[in-house]
């Protein structure tokens, strides 16, 4: 993957938390591949463990997911970083058909600095991220007094309030052995 050119105006740098995700395919590969791929848009910080969980919402008879999450450190603007991301999504045989359908590879940036938008095109932070146990519990393994910008709740306040809710098996080692070629 080519980096995508600076905004105008970037920032000198940024923190991102992303929440990766994936469900078809082989998503152990796919995750792995995303995580190398991120490295093009700025400086990975941090890679969570991976929780497998159960599906949340869309249509039934989904696969298990893995997620994990990843805090980049970037000086792309948060609408050029989260179309990289979608571009990542793409590579990756992610088709957009059907809400919370499964899928080879969901990027979200969960945040971007303190900044909120409420932009219909880019929601800052994500909007449902602080009520999901499978993207919170990865951000506490990064982060675990990252607050949300709008409402002030550290992660693990927000993660102890909802309870597990589905996480399943954590694995702190899954990012070895190193990922090959992109899926395909």
Excluded: C, K
């Amino acid at each position: 993957m080519t980096r995508p050119a600076p905004s105008p105006n970037p920032p000198a740098h940024a923190d991102a938390f992303i929440a990766l995700g994936a469900n078809l395919g082989d998503p152990l590969r796919t995750l792995r591949w995303a995580v190398t791929q991120l490295g093009a848009l700025g400086r990975v910080q941090g890679v969570s463990a991976l929780y497998r969980t159960a599906p949340v919402g869309g249509p039934p008879g989904q696969p298990d997911y893995l997620n994990a999450a990843a805090q980049l450190r970037t000086t792309l603007a948060p609408a050029v970083l989260l179309a990289a991301l979608h571009a990542l999504e793409a590579q990756a045989g992610r088709e957009r058909h059907e809400r919370w359908a499964a899928r080879t590879l969901d990027l979200d940036l969960i945040t971007y600095a303190d900044l909120i938008s409420t932009d219909p095109a880019l929601s800052l932070p994500h909007p449902r991220a602080w009520e999901r146990p499978f993207v919170l519990a990865p951000l506490r393994d990064l982060q675990p007094d990252l607050r949300s910008p709008l409402s002030g709740e550290r992660v693990q306040d927000a993660l102890r309030r909802l309870g597990n809710g589905g996480l399943g098996e954590r694995d702190p080692h899954w990012l070895r052995p190193h990922p090959g070629p992109p899926p395909s």
